[in-house]
């Protein structure tokens, strides 16, 4: 048995894929899912803001699919949305400022669907929160997790879609957020009956360091997959 480290990279099978936009560009990303079975659901990694350094390795993301498809038997794919480099390589196009990447949340949500993934879950981390909410309220889609939700873009009409729709939303706002702080947040989300809202006290914009790694991937896999949960902190590789 090994402790679960920043480092560690559990089992899983991963692929590079291709996006195709609906106005004609293609996306870089990747597939990981489970080794020797099903998944049995699927998230949808959007990316923090691409021109303050955010793409589908964010660290947050980039452990989400180094873990989850072995401990919680779950598909991660991450892609960079238009414009967006990485060592994958860079997407088509070029930042759309969150209005034109709706075409590569649908792309992503197209690609899933063809692809027989099952129980899309879009999990979107700052920026990407806010194409989830302007974007991601398609009939394919299960739920939803906010990671460090600023609110910039999407307002209340957004919000409003979300709540009409009944679909689940688990939002993760820290407790030392640089952007919107747990309060505020309490009251903006008021709007969507159905929200969940988590506030670990210590925790900041960016989710540094493993204790609040865990709290995000043990948020997400207790809400998307509760027979998985609490996450393991140790892993022997079953092989």
């Known amino acids: 048995m090994g402790e679960i480290r920043a480092s560690t990279?559990?089992?899983?099978?991963?692929?590079p894929v291709t996006l195709h936009t609906a106005d004609g560009l293609s996306l870089v990303g990747e597939l990981a899912r489970p080794a020797g079975h099903d998944p049995v659901a699927t998230l949808i990694c959007l990316h923090p803001l691409p021109t303050h350094g955010g793409m589908m390795d964010s660290h947050l993301f980039r452990k989400a699919a180094n873990r989850l498809p072995a401990m919680a038997g779950l598909a991660v794919l991450r892609f960079n949305t238009r414009g967006t480099a990485s060592?994958?390589?860079?997407?088509?196009?070029?930042?759309?400022?969150?209005?034109?990447?709706?075409?590569?949340?649908?792309?992503?949500?197209?690609?899933?669907?063809?692809?027989?993934?099952?129980?899309?879950?879009?999990?979107?981390?700052?920026?990407?929160?806010?194409?989830?909410?302007?974007?991601?309220?398609?009939?394919?889609?299960?739920?939803?997790?906010?990671?460090?939700?600023?609110?910039?873009?999407?307002?209340?009409?957004?919000?409003?879609?979300?709540?009409?729709?009944?679909?689940?939303?688990?939002?993760?706002?820290?407790?030392?957020?640089?952007?919107?702080?747990?309060?505020?947040?309490?009251?903006?989300?008021?709007?969507?009956?159905?929200?969940?809202?988590?506030?670990?006290?210590?925790?900041?914009?960016?989710?540094?360091?493993?204790?609040?790694?865990?709290i995000v991937l043990g948020a997400i896999v207790h809400r998307v997959n509760p027979p998985a949960w609490p996450l393991p902190t140790e892993w022997e590789d079953p092989a």
């Not at 990279?9 to 692929?15: M, Q, S």
């Not at 949500?109 to 063809?114: E, I, K, L, P």
Request: hydrophobic residues 45%; contains cysteine; aromatic residues 8%.
């Open 9 to 15: 990279v559990l089992p899983a099978l991963r692929e």
């Open 87 to 214: 060592e994958r390589g860079r997407s088509e196009g070029t930042f759309g400022d969150g209005d034109a990447e709706r075409y590569d949340v649908a792309a992503a949500v197209a690609w899933c669907r063809a692809a027989g993934l099952p129980r899309l879950w879009l999990v979107g981390w700052s920026f990407g929160t806010e194409l989830v909410l302007k974007w991601g309220n398609d009939p394919a889609v299960e739920g939803a997790v906010l990671l460090s939700p600023p609110l910039h873009r999407a307002g209340e009409a957004d919000l409003d879609a979300w709540a009409a729709s009944g679909k689940p939303l688990l939002v993760l706002v820290p407790g030392l957020d640089d952007y919107l702080r747990p309060a505020e947040a309490r009251q903006r989300f008021a709007r969507v009956p159905q929200a969940e809202l988590i506030a670990p006290d210590q925790a900041k914009h960016l989710w540094v360091g493993e204790p609040s790694v865990r």
